[in-house]
DNA sequence: ATAGGGTTAG
């Protein structure tokens, strides 16, 4: 590596290796550079937050504790920061000591805020009270930054009573901490109370708009995110890199493909970099789309991949139920030398799972512990629940369970009773479900998975005694909901549903695709669909699921050889499944539907999960 | 010279 000493902090960037570090320190310290206090100082400051390099935390410490000397407010407040946001934040008041310990050396605003952050990143309430009383003591509670910190400490802290009292205690709240309060209330569940105070702003920037559309994202509730981002367009408020990562987060959520790709034109007509952040948010968008090249294509034009661009891919090519495609991504993470996590390990299982690579699955199973550190969470434990049952290895799936060094989750005996509606084994369903009901009463789906079992074993007996049970133990379906994009416009589907504008068109549309289906073969299994609906509607011939109607409104309004395209909030009934096989084929049309759990790439009569969901 | 908002899975 070529070493100037014009812009020692710039390179700092640059090492991705202990080595490179240690390097550069030689150099700078034989060149005389670091002599210079503030320029050691920014040296510091930049090796602790530098991102690239696994071991800059206790290398930046050992610098410090080298050159005591040298330890000035600006070095100290850095490593504070670098650590409040790191995996070790209660080691920020080590530091905090040390600038108490020297004699020339006070705390600042600065000091506070990163101390603050660092307990609620810590989730450490007694020290992050300390720190407020020692902020207050100082006299540093009128700094705007002090008090947005200590609102996001409590929001974090979960102490919604402490932070309204913070700010109810301010006479001209700055906008800084206006800010901080909306995020907060959103962050809390209060996303009225937050839009309320927002509107109430009477100046909003970027920021205080990225964190009301974040808010409503984080809730699930995009499209108000997407009506905001229209609205902060018309105000002309300057669009940056924060805010195209939370509006992509929404058109992730909502598959609005439309608008996620305005978003990917508008990035390129406006040169922004494509940061890591904003690189993983928009492949993760095409992958929620269930583009997959698109996806792939961003992915690899990306400069620079972290933990979370990696496990964004694999976790998409695993929803799309490209598990092989996983495992090769996996070797190329390691050969960048990425460290996985768990959420990494997650995707990979779900990739193996779809895919049915068990011998791969358990080997990855295996090595999380034995080559990476990582204890297994329940979730991984349902994912091999998943991968053994859907290759219709039972057996295998219930002796895991029972090795489980836990007591097993609600979560691992719904794997295994989806696994015995796959391979229609009706007894071990019948005891994964009582399982289940011992730990979780009111999961719908565990009821609809049994229902199904007797189903299709033509069980009408068990049928109604599950949903007797049902009514007993006070469980409601969540509606099945469907959402499309038609010329960047969302329509929202639900079961049953007549509200939609063009319904008597959608009626008459959906009357001829049917009989068309069914000249070509296919025959409906109405005990499956009617399942579903309320009994007073059953008798009704029209009610059809969601994703049904918005099939047929696809076939109506998109132009031929537009792929349709289906966002569902539960899973998909066999039917529906059947259903839009036969369009795929008859209609020559191409559909892609994310469900709860993966995609669906029907084309010429085919699915892409094979059957098996 | 340092401060706010954002990314992954379920």
Known sequence: MAITTQNPIAIVELCSTLRQLRQLHGHLLAAGVLLDPPLFAKFVAAVALSPRTPHHLPYSHELLSHSPHHASLFALNSMIRAHSKSSTPIKSFHFYRQILLADALSPDNYTFNFLIRACAQASAPEAGRAAHAAALRRGFLSDAHVQSGLIHMYAELGSSDAFRRVYGELQNPDLVTQTAMVSACAESGEIELARQLFDEMPHRDVVAWNAMIAGYSHLGRSREALDLFGLMQVEGVRIGEATMVSVLTACAHLGALDQGKWVHVFVEKNKLRLTVTLGTALSDMYFKCGCVARAMDVFWRMKERNVYTWTSAISGLAMNGNGGKCLELFEQMKDDGVLPNEVTFVALLRGCSVAGLVEDGRDVFESMKSRYGIEPWLEHYGCVVDMYGRAGRLKDAISFIDAMPMEPHAGAWGALLNACRLHKNIELGEYAMEKMMQLELRNHGAYVSLSNIYAESRNWHGVSDVRELMKAKGVRKEPGCSVIEVDGQLHEFFVGDKSHPKYI?????????????????????????????????????????????????????????????????????????????????VFDREIVMRDRNRFHHFKDGVCSCMDYW
Request: glycine letters at 2%; charged letters at 30%; proline letters at 0%.
């Open 505 to 585: 068109k959608i009626e008459t549309t959906m009357k001829e695709m049917m009989s068309k289906l069914r000249s070509a073969g296919y025959v409906s299994r109405t005990n499956q669909v009617l399942f579903d609906i309320e009994e007073e509607e059953k008798e009704d011939a029209l009610c059809w699921h969601s994703e049904k109607l918005a099939i047929a409104f696809s076939l109506m309004s998109l132009r031929d050889g537009v792929t349709i395209r289906i966002v569902k909030n539960l899973r998909v009934c066999w039917d529906c499944h059947e259903t839009s096989k036969f369009v795929s084929k």
